[in-house]
């Protein structure tokens, strides 16, 4: 095992020199999401006195050598990698560089990929520790302890590997009480202008940023992993409008959004929020994720009234007995009634589906395609993918179905592949049955209001696309519809 070079070379100096490193989304896309939980420990460490920089792959669009160069040049002591567990790839392969050109830099690496595989993380990409869970308190004090030469391994929340190259973690780390108290993300580290100025997750040119209005969520689906738990912690709304109101004033967006694990838990934090916001943020759209058995009518007409024109809520499956695998405690009615109470009252409802669940029939696969077709909507339809920490990757791992997880890992990305197979289809057998139903609901979304869809479809693709992704599409989309099993 590499021995950790002395950390007390460390101590004795007036602040640490911090590189944050953001890898990329690892597939071409014309939107760029950008790194909260990063910015948020980059204004951590900033406010404990630190030299912090940012190298940012994703937003800068760097190639591997580009953003190793980068890390180099800024001369870091300490040198730390953000990014959701489908960038483990390039957090392997970035360390690894790293390290045979700065033996001694201490690396680290924090987020939920992190925290719920974090033994993968220190043995495959040779870090010093990792720090688990909820990153801003943790990373502060544990660049304090490097600072100051004391025993950093005594700093709670954070995981390494002993001597033997046995996984050790310290003691747990308590959530953030009081979310007012942490310092804003810090965005003018990273290059804020490209996020601003990049498509946003609708596919539209707007200026956009979004914030974070609460963490944690109180249910419990198989196949989601909350970092934040189910204790759902909230800023107060003069918190979240008085940093809205700033992002308006520094960036001059006209778009936001909460991309929160569920931002309508509560009814009188939505109702209050939106208040604020009508009041200080006129003429301000604003989208966010909900859960259909969250919402009513008069919360929808307030979000309404306040700006809100997009909501995603994760439908999931059109099948009651999918939904009760997958512990959503939701029924399809509620979700039918949901989508169409939303755009009821003019917001825009986009439904998230997934295929592959165990115990998945082609029965249940047809309720999904039956209730997009009454719910008039359309979506991408992707793969259960067992991520870690869901329970769902629990039950992979019990029934030998990632007969790797370092590859499994290394594998994942946008889960519009399928990766491991829950299902007692053949991988083929699942993957047609992906296509037909994908197929079948674009077409019924598409032919039941043709003259304005279709038109609608093939612009969004021209502008994303060019000419030339425009005519693959046509040739997809025509191949699909003489193709009709
Ligand atoms: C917004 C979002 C997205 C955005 C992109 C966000 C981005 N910037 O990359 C979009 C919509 C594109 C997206 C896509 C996907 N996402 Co997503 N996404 C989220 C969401 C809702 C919010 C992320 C966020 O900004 N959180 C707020 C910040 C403050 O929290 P944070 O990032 O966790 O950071 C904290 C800690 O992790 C830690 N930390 C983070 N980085 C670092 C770095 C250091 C050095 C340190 C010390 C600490 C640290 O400290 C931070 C502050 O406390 C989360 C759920 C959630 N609420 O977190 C899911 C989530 C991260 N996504 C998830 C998944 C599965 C996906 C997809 C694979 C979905 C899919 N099926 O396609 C894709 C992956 C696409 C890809 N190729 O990477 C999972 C990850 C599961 C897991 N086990 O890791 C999550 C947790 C959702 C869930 N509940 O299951 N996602
Ligand atoms: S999928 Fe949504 S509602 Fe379900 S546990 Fe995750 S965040 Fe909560």
Redesign the pocket.
């Known amino acids: 095992m590499r021995l950790l070079p002395d950390r007390k070379t460390l101590a004795g100096q007036e602040k640490m020199r911090v590189t944050l490193v953001y890898p990329s989304y690892g597939i071409e896309h014309h939107s760029l999401y950008f790194p909260f939980g990063l910015a948020y420990v980059a204004s951590s460490l900033l406010n404990a006195g630190h030299a912090v920089k940012v190298v940012d792959m994703e937003g800068d669009r760097l190639s591997v050598s580009e953003t190793v160069r980068r890390t180099i040049d800024s001369s870091p002591e300490i040198v730390a990698f953000g990014g959701m567990v489908t960038r483990f790839r390039f957090v392997r392969e970035l360390a690894g560089l790293i390290r045979s050109e700065m033996p001694d830099v201490f690396m680290i690496a924090g987020n939920s990929g992190v925290t719920t595989v974090p033994e993968i993380y220190l043995k495959s990409c040779g870090l010093d520790c990792v720090v688990l869970g909820e990153g801003e308190v943790t990373s502060a004090e544990l660049v304090n302890a490097l600072e100051e030469g004391r025993e950093w391994k005594q700093v709670p929340g954070i995981a390494w590997l002993d001597d033997n190259g046995l996984l050790t973690k310290s003691s747990p780390r308590e959530h953030i009480a009081d979310l007012d108290s942490l310092p804003w993300p810090a965005w003018d580290l990273f290059p804020i202008e490209n996020y601003v100025s990049s498509m946003d997750h609708r596919q539209k040119k707007v200026r956009h940023l979004e914030t974070l209005a609460s963490r944690g969520?109180p249910?419990?689906?198989v196949y989601?992993y909350?970092i934040y738990g189910r204790n759902v912690r909230r800023r107060s709304p003069e918190s979240i409008v008085t940093e809205l109101v700033e992002l308006v004033k520094r960036y001059d967006i006209k778009y936001t959004g909460f991309p929160d694990?569920?931002f309508t838990s509560d009814k009188k934090f939505v109702m209050e929020t939106c208040a604020l916001m009508k009041k200080k943020l006129p003429g301000i759209g604003w989208s966010c994720l909900g859960?259909v058995n969250t919402v009513d009518r008069e919360m929808l007409e307030t979000m309404k009234d306040a700006g809100c024109d997009w909501i995603s809520y994760?439908i999931e499956s059109g099948s009651d007995r999918m939904l009760q695998k997958m512990k959503r405690g939701v029924t399809a009615q509620q979700c039918l009634d949901a989508i169409r109470l939303t755009e009821m009252v003019g917001i825009h409802a986009e439904g998230s589906f997934i295929i592959g669940m165990f115990d998945e029939t082609r029965d249940s696969v047809k309720q999904t395609v039956e209730f997009c077709r009454k719910a008039d909507i359309t979506a991408p339809m992707l793969f259960v993918t067992p991520y870690p920490g869901t329970a769902i990757f629990n039950m992979a791992l019990d029934k030998d179905l990632i007969e790797d997880v370092e590859e499994f890992l290394v594998k994942m990305n946008a889960a519009d592949e399928l990766l491991v197979n829950l299902t007692d289809f053949s991988d083929s057998e699942l993957m047609e049955l992906r296509d037909w139903a994908q197929g079948t609901i674009g077409r019924s979304y598409l032919f039941k209001k043709p003259f304005t869809r279709i038109p609608t479809l093939l612009w969004k693709h021209f502008k994303l696309h060019g000419a030339k992704g425009l005519f693959h599409d046509i040739r997809a989309f025509l191949t699909s519809v003489f193709s009709r099993k």
């Open positions: 969520c249910f419990n689906c989601c909350r694990d569920l859960r994760g």
